[in-house]
């Protein structure tokens, strides 16, 4: 798979809500940055992948705007109590300790004093103003024009993105098809093959006669690419190719059948544009191929003893075909459920249209691309490959699906709402449990530290928005 494919088809692996450790109810303060400040501010939240940074664009039709001022007498006491502070702390050559002149003091700090006078001024009167406008805000607040001056009112205007309000009435109409997520008999067979297949064994053919359908040829071969003579040949000196096999090329499959042990045969290959292997797609190949061995793979049968090889807990057939059925209800049991539910967001999502925070869609595409990196650098790719990914059209590709979960996502969090759905202190100790098993991490130290940055209450949104979920799922007619 290609490093973009797994970014850009990377699925959530929490289907049933699409939103994995997001939570959107954003109860939490909001402070307001000095624009000055922002680099720095971007800097400490870098996304550990070089490329992956994006603008805080916001959206319009959810965005508020605040305009705050201080009077004079107020920022001047601030100014004076900052300045003190410093005083009584700063270690500058020449001066004692406590006793730095306070106009050395407002020269070498004038930067440092004024944003702490910003971040002692504005966020509770930001937080105020934003209560008072009867909103949810989200993300950073950014800020459009700032005054501060000792001795002069502080003006601040700010805006902000919110989560608009929307309506569900009607919510427990929308439905759409339920699939059985019982298994058939074919789907049984398919997976009893495969097992089968997966013990096959291959063995030579001792018999003096050509190759037939159903065999399996041991060739060693050297290729080259029409129109790439200078390349690089493709060769293999201990292959196997299945005469008439589905996924062998026809050109191989006429040539090999009915040659012998030791003939050499020259083969010209045509693969399709679409054909899996990326350099050979849609190319001609000249290949000089040697007849090494005729095998023929033979296939266990399906029996106790066949079973019991398979490991000691099957006594006989019947416990294997039980368990394998067990693991295939399971298996399509979740895949039913998972796609339904996204049909049914989805279904959701057209019937209560609504503007969605931008701060909230980033989010989304960061974790997104984050399990997308995990899962490439566990395939393998290094750090320096994935700086020369292209993250601006990852980014753009991951857009639509990141903002259809963040939209799932509020629709869920308010039906909740709507249906009185809670979470047990029992659910959520059990999902803090498995957490720890997953992150072997002490409980209590993944608990303490969930409790500090707000992670209990991020958990147990997640979990009523599963809940939830499942709820309307069983309520769709089968």
């Known amino acids: 798979m290609s490093s973009t494919d797994t970014l850009e088809n990377n699925q959530n692996p929490e ?34 992948h070089e490329g992956h940074n994006h603008g805080p ?57 004024r944003k702490e006078v910003i971040d002692g001024l504005l966020p509770e009167r930001f937080n105020q103003g934003v209560r008072e406008l009867g909103v949810t805000p989200v993300g950073q607040p950014q800020v459009t024009e700032l005054t501060v001056d000792e001795g002069q009112p502080l003006h601040v205007k700010a805006v902000f993105e919110y989560v608009p309000d929307f309506s569900i009435d009607g919510y427990q109409d929308v439905t759409v098809p339920k699939p059985s997520a019982d298994v058939t008999d074919e789907e049984f067979k398919r997976e009893m093959d495969q097992l089968r297949e997966s013990r096959a064994t291959v063995e030579p053919v001792e018999e003096d006669r050509p190759l037939k359908d159903g065999d399996w040829a041991q060739i060693s071969y050297t290729g080259t690419i029409e129109g790439q003579d200078e390349a690089a ?34 083969v010209s290959a045509g693969y399709p544009a679409e054909y899996p292997q990326e350099q050979l797609a849609g190319k001609t190949v000249d290949y000089e191929i040697q007849v090494k061995a005729i095998k023929k ?17 099957y006594e006989n057939l019947s416990e294997l075909e039980n368990r394998v059925r067990e ?14 539910k996204d049909k049914l967001f989805q279904a959701m999502i057209e019937r209560f249209p609504f ?7 980033q989010e989304q595409i960061d974790a997104r691309l ?12 290094s750090t320096e490959q994935m700086r020369k990914l ?26 909740a709402h709507a249906e009185n759905v809670e979470v047990s202190d029992e659910e959520l100790d059990r999902e803090v449990q498995i957490a720890a098993i997953q992150s072997r991490e002490p409980e209590e130290t993944l608990r303490a530290r969930l409790t500090q940055e707000g992670g209990l209450a991020r958990i147990r949104e997640q979990l009523k928005r599963e809940k939830t979920a499942q709820l309307l799922y069983e309520r769709l007619p089968a």
């Not at 005083?87 to 003091?105: L, N």
């Open 327 to 340: 693991h295939l209800e399971n298996r399509k049991r979740r895949s039913v459920e998972g796609e339904t």
């Open 390 to 415: 292209d993250f601006g059209h990852l980014r753009e590709a991951q857009r639509d699906s990141a903002a259809a979960e963040v939209k799932a996502s509020l629709l869920l969090a308010k039906i």
């Open 233 to 266: 040949p493709i060769k293999s000196d201990d292959a196997l190719v299945e005469i008439g096999g589905k996924d062998t090329v026809e050109a191989f499959t006429s040539a090999l059948r009915g040659a012998t042990v030791g003939q050499e045969l020259h």
């Open 355 to 361: 503007p969605v925070p931008e701060s909230l869609v």
């Open 15 to 48: 289907p049933e809500t699409g939103h994995e450790g997001h939570d959107h109810s954003h109860g939490q303060d909001h402070a307001v940055h000095d624009h000055e400040h922002d680099h720095d501010h971007e800097h400490e939240h870098d996304h550990s």
């Open 297 to 313: 793979r033979n296939l266990p049968e399906l029996n106790d003893e066949f079973a019991k090889e398979l490991g000691g807990e």
């Open 57 to 113: 664009v916001l959206n319009p039709e959810c965005t508020r705007e605040l305009v705050l001022d201080v009077p004079a007498e107020e920022v001047s006491k601030a100014f004076r109590n900052v300045t003190r502070n410093y005083q009584r702390h700063a270690r500058i050559p020449g001066f004692r300790p406590g006793k730095v002149p306070e106009a050395v003091i407002k020269r070498k700090y004038a930067n440092e004093i």
């Open 370 to 381: 984050d399990r997308g990196l995990r899962a490439l650098a566990a395939q393998g790719m």
